[in-house]
């Protein structure tokens, strides 16, 4: 039997949130705009997610306004995906969901965020351990951490190893496909 795509009989606003990001590529899609990834063959390469279901996730973030989507180049026609300020509101569940995972299910030490203005580390509430201050995510720096592969095959991971600001979009060396 299939699961449901919705949660109807639920009066629960975890389960309507669940409705928009609750399928299982979704918040690694929302994940990767907010380190700044925008074009679909770059979320396409490092996702390693089939192209039928990055299509859908896309829509569906665009539809529901977590993404929106922009016209770059007009010959080809070739379109990128822009957090908005709903997506960016995801960044405290991404955040949390990221410190769950490193302290319940990976140990590793992967990636860390520091406020831009004075190199703090964000705690995680989204206050800067040094001064205070609740970050904006426009704010956060992520830094490569020391258990990150060296030489990762993709170039989306490959321009991740550089220190750099969230949803500034992220340059890579791969060849940008038209989608």
């Known amino acids: 039997m299939a699961l449901g795509k919705d949660y109807v009989t639920q009066e629960c606003s975890i389960a ?25 063959n770059d979320f396409l390469v490092h996702l390693g997610i089939p192209r039928a279901v990055l299509s859908t996730r896309l829509r569906t973030l665009t539809e529901e306004g977590v993404l929106e989507k922009r016209r770059y180049q007009e010959s080809p ?61 426009a704010d956060v720096v992520m830094v490569p951490g020391p258990d990150l592969d060296p030489a990762p095959a993709d170039p989306v991971s490959r321009a991740l190893l550089r220190p750099k600001r969230l949803l500034e979009p992220l340059e890579t060396d791969a060849v940008h496909l038209a989608h």
Do not use: K, M, N
């Open 77 to 137: 026609p070739r379109d990128e995906y822009v957090v908005t300020e709903r997506g960016a509101a995801l960044w405290p569940v991404l955040r949390a969901l990221g410190r769950w995972g490193r302290e319940y299910v990976d140990t590793g030490r992967l990636r860390s965020f520091r406020h831009a203005d004075c190199g703090g580390e964000v705690e995680p509430f989204g206050t800067c351990a040094q001064c205070g201050t609740l970050v904006p995510v």
């Open 16 to 40: 309507r949130a669940l409705e928009v990001v609750g399928e299982r590529w979704t918040l690694l899609v929302v994940r990767d705009a907010i380190y700044g990834v925008r074009r679909y």
